[in-house]
């Protein structure tokens, strides 16, 4: 599958792996009823189970809102599979009120 095939959105499902440099942690992605939701970890910041909502998957773009202790988030990035692994490359996250950066994702299982 190169970047530019369509994702099914059933291949976000699972335990994934980020990184946000310096932050990095874990998030997990679920179907909940006709829509995937689920739960994000920060390892670095100290914050567990924050919420991630609004999932979409277009083709090969994600985007999601990662609801946390510190405000809201919307994440997006490119879908791509590498070696096997679906990766999210090219991840841009930006707050509601100011601050963005890029992150990357490997999905775990």
Same mark, same amino acid.
């Given at each position: 599958?190169?970047?530019?095939?369509?994702?099914?959105?059933?291949?976000?499902?699972?335990?994934?792996?980020?990184?946000?440099?310096?932050?990095?942690?874990?998030?997990?992605?679920?179907?909940?009823?006709?829509?995937?939701?689920?739960?994000?970890?920060?390892?670095? /910041?100290?914050?567990?189970?924050? %919420? =991630?909502? &609004?999932?979409?998957? $277009?083709?090969? @773009?994600?985007?999601?809102?990662?609801?946390?202790?510190?405000?809201?988030?919307?994440?997006?990035?490119?879908?791509? /599979?590498?070696?096997?692994?679906? %990766? =999210?490359? &090219?991840?841009?996250? $930006?707050?509601? @009120?100011?601050?963005?950066?890029?992150?990357?994702?490997?999905?775990?299982?």
């Amino acid at each position: 599958m190169n970047a530019n095939s369509c994702i099914p959105i059933s291949d976000i499902e699972g335990r994934w792996s980020w990184i946000q440099d310096p932050w990095y942690g874990e998030f997990v992605l679920k179907k909940d009823g006709d829509s995937h939701a689920g739960t994000l970890n920060d390892v670095f /910041e100290g914050t567990y189970g924050d %919420k =991630i909502v &609004d999932v979409t998957v $277009s083709n090969n @773009h994600i985007k999601f809102t990662r609801d946390g202790r510190f405000g809201i988030q919307h994440w997006e990035g490119t879908l791509k /599979e590498e070696d096997g692994v679906l %990766k =999210i490359i &090219d991840g841009r996250w $930006s707050k509601e @009120h100011g601050s963005s950066g890029s992150f990357s994702a490997d999905k775990k299982d």
